[in-house]
């Protein structure tokens, strides 16, 4: 059995960080990388409360696009993999930074939601939160069933703080795992980006999948690069199956 193969198998803490990536094979395109731009817009400058403050319309379409694409993408063999860790492992925290729902469809149950969910909208008038699940949107930009104010989606925008609960329940998972697990993530954006680092120093080894090397790869215990849906499942079955990945 592999290394890494052994330590999943023997974690009693894992922990497991997830990023587009782990969507990506879903057909949900990620930020960096190749097929993930929209129209002649950067995702980056798209996701912030300045580009909402300016041009909400704008912001809505774009929105409303990715829920239209999420809503016919299905869970990989990545998420399902992940299904299956959580029911072997003793203690299990998945952290992820995709707010697409496929972890929750895919029937994971301990999920830490650190950027927010696509799938809620939040009043900015009152505040009210609904869940909401309507594709394409009747009406763009939303309002607000209760006060008619200007609906927002209930998504982390680069620039805003991460919700502090969900914050603090991650770093006290990643800090308490003796098995770190980084998924698919550039490891890019912070603070979330930098989970893993804190699990390395409070001692937790640390396994990173991706298809590419990243800043983290040379600081994790092992880097295995290829596609998540690929190396997940192998993993779990005791084997990686080109050995070539194994950094
Ligand atoms: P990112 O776009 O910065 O990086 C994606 C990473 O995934 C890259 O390192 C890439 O090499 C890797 N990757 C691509 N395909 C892969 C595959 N098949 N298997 C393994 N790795 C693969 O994404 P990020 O690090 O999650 O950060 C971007 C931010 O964008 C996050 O805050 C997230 O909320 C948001 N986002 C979410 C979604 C989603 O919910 N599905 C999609 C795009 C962006
Ligand atoms: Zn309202």
């Not at 505040?127 to 008619?148: A, F, K, M, W, Y």
């Amino acid at each position: 059995m592999l290394e890494p193969s052994l330590w999943l198998a023997s974690a009693q803490r894992l922990c497991v960080l997830t990023g587009a990536g782990v969507s990506a094979e879903s057909g949900i395109p990620t930020f960096r990388g190749p097929g993930g731009l929209w129209r002649q817009y950067k995702p980056e400058e798209l996701a912030t409360p300045q580009a909402f403050r300016r041009d909400p319309n704008l912001v809505w379409e774009w929105y409303d696009w990715r829920r239209q694409l999420i809503a016919k993408a299905e869970p990989n063999p990545a998420h399902r993999a992940l299904v299956e860790l959580e029911k072997r492992a003793p203690k299990f925290t998945l952290i992820t930074q995709n707010v697409d729902g496929l972890h929750r469809r895919a029937g994971s149950r301990n999920i830490i939601h650190v950027h927010g969910d696509i799938w809620l909208v939040r009043c900015t008038v009152c505040g009210r939160q609904d869940q909401n699940e309507i594709v394409p949107l009747p009406e763009i930009p939303p309002h607000c069933s209760g006060c008619g104010g200007l609906l927002r989606p209930g998504v982390v925008w680069f620039g805003e703080s991460l919700p502090a609960q969900e914050w603090e329940a991650a770093t006290r998972a990643a800090r308490q795992c003796d098995l770190f697990l980084v998924i698919g993530t550039s490891a890019a954006v912070m603070p979330a980006g930098g989970l893993a680092m804190d699990a390395r120093s409070a001692g937790a080894r640390v396994i990173e999948i991706n298809a590419e090397e990243t800043g983290l790869s040379r600081y994790v215990d092992v880097s295995l690069r290829g596609p998540a849906g690929e190396l997940l499942p192998a993993l779990l079955k005791e084997g990686i199956p080109n050995s070539d990945r194994l950094l």
